[in-house]
């Protein structure tokens, strides 16, 4: 965990990009052996979103990094460092954050990718925040940019019917804070991160670059991520609650990572949460893997559900297994 210090990662900025193509499940069920109603029921999910060829990690990234620091004020030039959570690049290497880094003409930033599957913005938030309180750079563009559409195999009615596609950026930089002001004052207060590699084969994606076999498909056992994903998330959000002496009242919203509502639903139950405090957009987006939190985070903030002062709650699980949690005031 990290420590309260009086230099705070502060969240200045917010930016989202979405490919234009729609695919609602009935049009899925066009191609696929499912009905809306089953994929409906199952996870809450009603349509996601796919990208074009030339919508790459990179470019949808670059979109939403570029939205996120005009939100932010801040010139391209001005930026420290670019944290690109992403299991879908565009390149082995170089790294999507470069790509984006040239896009934007932040020419000041160094960059990198960040694997940890569908806790890539958790892990780039969280990594973020240490770079920040460290003096290391005062602001940081944390990205989650993927296509999963392809790296889906459509033969496979279990997953294929799960993931969509887009981009969500935040931009966080170094603020001081008053020792008077560690509760109320805004920034990141505290990140936990978890993996367990032995639950490596629940969930991955069977190729890359370092292999011959390069098919490159997700595979999952969909109800062993499942019985993992309630019980581990409710344990990071207690554990993120207990560090700060705070419980799930004190909570203005979970943004929590959108796979499957039923998911989403186990976490509010257990943490108490009115439904109204729980952000909700997997109806429309699907599993955008380390897209996902900050598309929602972006949606509940320029609609003025969340505003300045509020207590924000960001959980994910991925493949890994890898999870985690970040509670951030904004
Ligand atoms: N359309 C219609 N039927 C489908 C289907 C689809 N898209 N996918 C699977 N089915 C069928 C199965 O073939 C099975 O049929 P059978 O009983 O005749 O064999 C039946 O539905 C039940 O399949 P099962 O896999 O046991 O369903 P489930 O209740 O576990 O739901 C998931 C499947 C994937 C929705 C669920 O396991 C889940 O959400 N897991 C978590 C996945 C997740 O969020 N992963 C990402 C984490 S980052």
Not at 58 to 76: I, T
Not at 89 to 103: K, L
Not at 257 to 283: F, M, S, W, Y
């Amino acid at each position: 965990m990290s420590e309260p210090s009086s230099r705070r990662a502060v969240l200045t900025g917010t930016g989202i990009y979405l490919p234009e193509k729609i695919v609602t499940n009935a049009e899925l069920a066009e191609r696929v052996d499912t009905s809306d109603e089953w994929i409906t029921e199952r996870t809450g999910i009603k349509q996601r979103h796919f990208a074009a060829p030339h919508e790459t990690a990179s470019f949808m990234g670059a979109a939403a990094g570029r939205a996120a620091l005009e939100a932010a004020g801040l010139a391209p030039e001005a930026l420290g460092a670019i944290i690109v959570g992403t299991s879908t690049p565009d390149n082995a290497f170089p790294s999507t954050a470069v790509h984006i880094q040239a896009a934007l003409g932040a020419n000041k930033a160094f960059g990198f990718d960040l694997a940890a599957a569908c806790s890539g913005f958790i892990y780039g938030i969280s990594v973020a925040d240490a770079m920040l309180r460290a003096g290391q750079v005062d602001s940081v563009l944390v990205i989650g940019s993927e296509v999963y559409s392809r790296i889906l195999n459509f033969e496979d009615r279990g997953t294929c019917v799960l993931f969509g596609d887009g981009a969500g950026a935040v931009v966080l930089q170094a603020r001081d804070v008053a020792p008077e002001d560690t509760k109320s004052g805004a920034g990141v207060l505290s990140t936990h991160l978890h993996a367990d590699g032995r639950l490596a084969d629940i969930l991955y994606v069977d190729g890359a670059t370092g292999r011959r076999d390069m098919s490159a498909h997700l595979v999952m056992n969909g109800r062993e991520v499942f019985r993992h994903a309630v019980s581990l998330l409710a344990g990071a959000v207690t554990e993120a609650l207990t560090a700060n002496g705070l419980t799930a009242a004190d909570i203005d919203f979970l943004v929590p990572h959108q796979a499957n509502k039923r998911i989403i639903d186990g976490v509010g139950k257990k943490l108490g949460l009115a439904p109204e405090r729980v952000v909700v957009t997997v109806d429309k987006h699907a599993n955008t893997s380390a897209a996902s939190i900050p598309l929602a985070l972006h949606e509940a903030i320029t609609d003025g559900r969340i505003k300045p002062g509020h207590l924000v709650l960001l959980e994910a699980l991925g493949g890994g297994l890898t999870w985690g949690s970040a509670l951030i005031r904004l």
